[in-house]
């Protein structure tokens, strides 16, 4: 019998084999047995775990997206503690932090969701919903509080949303433009820096120091 421990290595080892052929090869370009000898498994721990490919590829975006709204969510929480810049800001931060640790899964799930399937449209009508609800919310309360400048909400969902995802959905073109490997935590942090300083220039009414 295996352990809990055990069974959650093997999960995990599955999800990240999968999320590097993925990447690499395409999910119509990866099999079930790609994915066995990658993850050095048999191939039934796959059936066991999530049923089938398309199991594992929901189980990828889920908990990708679970966990990219938790911390929205987190942040917004605070800010019955804290002001609207302080929540964006972390929000920001804590989000490109997320991606680059999650560098993989970042960027293959940001480049399937420009395709049109049943499982995007799922997850642009509950977790993507979610993040322009708290984003908006956000922005609202940070003009309402003078905090923020008054801007088109809409528009400049639009542009956090192209800065969080650029360096993942861009990856060469950032490193030729801004010199970010954003797998690397040195680069995560200069983007971070960059992402405050357009917060800071954009959104704020008047100038703060840089936080990230």
Same mark, same amino acid.
């Given at each position: 019998?295996?352990?809990?421990?055990?069974?959650?290595?093997?999960?995990?080892?599955?999800?990240?084999?999968?999320?590097?052929?993925?990447?690499?090869?395409?999910?119509?370009?990866?099999?079930?047995?790609?994915?066995?000898?990658?993850?050095?498994?048999?191939?039934?721990?796959?059936?066991? !775990?999530?049923?089938?490919?398309?199991?594992?590829?929901?189980?990828?975006?889920?908990? !990708?997206?679970?966990? !990219?709204?938790?911390?929205?969510?987190?942040?917004?929480?605070?800010?019955?503690?804290?002001?609207?810049?302080?929540?964006?800001?972390?929000?920001?931060?804590?989000?490109?932090?997320?991606?680059?640790?999650?560098?993989?899964?970042?960027?293959?799930?940001?480049?399937?969701?420009?395709?049109?399937?049943?499982?995007?449209?799922?997850?642009?009508?509950?977790?993507?919903?979610?993040?322009?609800?708290?984003?908006?919310? %956000?922005?609202?309360?940070?003009?309402?509080?003078?905090?923020?400048?008054?801007?088109?909400?809409?528009?400049?969902?639009?542009?956090?949303?192209?800065?969080?995802?650029?360096?993942?959905?861009? %990856?060469?073109?950032?490193?030729?433009?801004?010199?970010?490997?954003?797998?690397?935590? !040195?680069?995560?942090?200069?983007?971070?820096?960059?992402?405050?300083?357009?917060?800071?220039?954009?959104?704020?009414?008047?100038? %703060?120091?840089?936080?990230?």
């Amino acid at each position: 019998m295996k352990t809990e421990k055990n069974k959650n290595k093997t999960k995990q080892a599955i999800v990240e084999a999968a999320l590097l052929l993925f990447q690499t090869n395409g999910y119509d370009g990866t099999s079930i047995r790609d994915i066995a000898q990658k993850a050095k498994i048999n191939s039934a721990n796959i059936a066991y !775990y999530f049923k089938n490919k398309n199991g594992l590829l929901e189980y990828c975006f889920i908990d !990708y997206f679970e966990r !990219y709204t938790a911390i929205i969510e987190n942040a917004v929480q605070e800010m019955e503690y804290s002001k609207a810049d302080s929540c964006m800001k972390s929000i920001i931060s804590n989000l490109v932090q997320f991606q680059g640790d999650n560098f993989l899964a970042a960027r293959f799930i940001t480049r399937e969701m420009s395709r049109d399937t049943m499982l995007n449209r799922e997850v642009l009508s509950t977790y993507m919903a979610k993040e322009r609800y708290y984003l908006q919310y %956000v922005i609202e309360q940070g003009i309402k509080t003078n905090v923020f400048r008054k801007v088109s909400i809409q528009s400049f969902i639009l542009v956090i949303k192209g800065l969080l995802t650029a360096p993942f959905t861009h %990856v060469d073109y950032a490193k030729q433009l801004l010199h970010i490997l954003p797998q690397e935590q !040195y680069y995560i942090e200069q983007y971070k820096e960059q992402c405050m300083d357009f917060l800071n220039q954009s959104l704020l009414q008047s100038k %703060v120091g840089v936080t990230s």
